[in-house]
C-alpha cells in the first residue's frame, strides 16, 4: 500500500513552459486535493476533487488546471509557468466526505520556476 | 474569511522541557480542528482530530485540546525527534481545510 505518491519529485522550468504534477492513490478515495506550500504561510488549497471527473476551484486557482479522468489519479497543470508559482506542492486525499476523515499527504514536488 | 493562526512561528526546547503549542480558529462553522506534524522535504502526517470544546486527545508525549476559540498541543518532555513542524487546520465544510502557518519546533539534547 504506498498511499498517496506524487510525480516529480523536483522539477525546474523556465518562465512560459508548461508541465503536470501526476498525483496517484491507491487507497480508494474519493476526495483529492493539490495545495501548494509557500515559507511563512499555510497549505493553501489549488483545486480539489470530490469524484471522478469532477474538479473544483481551492484557493488559488489561477495559472492551474486540473483533471480526475480516474479515481486514483489527479492531475495538476502549469500552462504556463510563472516565478510565482515557484513552491513545493502537495497533493491530498481522504476517504470520503465524512467531517472526521483525515486527509492524506503525499511527499510533495518542488517546483522552481526561472 | 475563515482563519487559523499559530503561535510561535519557532520554538526551541532543551530535552525534557515541557510547552504548548498555539492554534486560535474562526470559531463561526468549525467542523472540526485537525494537527498534523510535517518533517523538512516530507508531506504532513496526521496526528489528532477533536470536535468539540472540552476534547482532548493523546499520543505519546502529546496531547491535542481544544476549548471555544483556542486549540492546543501540549508536548510533555519532549526528544529529540519530536523535532518537526506542527500545523493546525480547521474543516469548515466537506471539501476543505483552512490550515496554520505552523511552529517549527526544534528539540535540543
Known amino acids: 500500500n504506498a498511499g498517496v505518491t506524487q510525480t516529480p519529485k523536483f522539477r525546474v522550468l523556465k518562465t512560459g513552459q508548461s508541465m503536470t504534477l501526476l498525483c496517484a492513490q491507491d487507497?480508494?478515495?474519493?476526495?483529492m486535493y493539490w495545495y501548494r506550500q509557500d515559507p511563512g504561510m499555510g497549505l493553501r488549497l489549488i483545486h480539489y476533487?470530490?469524484?471522478?471527473?469532477?474538479?473544483a476551484k481551492g484557493e488559488v486557482p489561477d495559472g492551474y488546471n486540473v483533471s480526475r479522468l480516474k479515481k486514483q489519479n489527479f492531475l495538476l497543470g502549469l500552462e504556463s509557468a510563472a516565478p510565482s508559482q515557484t513552491s513545493v506542492y502537495f497533493c491530498?486525499?481522504?476517504?470520503?466526505?465524512?467531517?472526521?476523515?483525515?486527509?492524506?499527504f503525499g511527499p510533495g514536488t518542488r517546483l522552481t520556476v526561472l | 474569511e475563515d482563519q487559523v493562526t499559530q503561535s510561535p512561528e519557532a520554538l526551541r526546547l532543551q530535552e525534557g522541557e515541557s510547552s504548548s503549542l498555539n492554534c486560535s480558529y474562526t470559531?463561526?462553522?468549525?467542523?472540526?480542528l485537525f494537527w498534523y506534524r510535517q518533517d523538512p522535504g516530507k508531506g504532513p502526517e496526521f496526528l489528532f482530530t477533536?470536535?468539540?470544546a472540552g476534547e482532548e486527545k493523546e499520543k505519546e508525549r502529546l496531547k491535542a485540546t481544544l476549548t471555544k476559540k483556542e486549540s492546543f498541543l501540549h508536548i510533555t518532555a519532549p526528544k529529540p525527534e519530536d523535532s518537526a513542524t506542527y500545523l493546525c487546520?480547521?474543516?469548515?465544510?466537506?471539501?476543505?481545510?483552512?490550515f496554520g502557518a505552523g511552529t517549527r519546533l526544534t528539540v535540543k539534547p
Open positions: 487507497m480508494n478515495h474519493e476526495y
Open positions: 491530498a486525499s481522504r476517504l470520503d466526505r465524512r467531517v472526521y476523515n483525515e486527509q492524506f
Open positions: 476533487s470530490v469524484g471522478e471527473g469532477t474538479t
Open positions: 470559531v463561526s462553522g468549525l467542523r472540526g
Open positions: 477533536l470536535y468539540s
Open positions: 487546520a480547521g474543516r469548515y465544510n466537506n471539501n476543505d481545510m483552512r
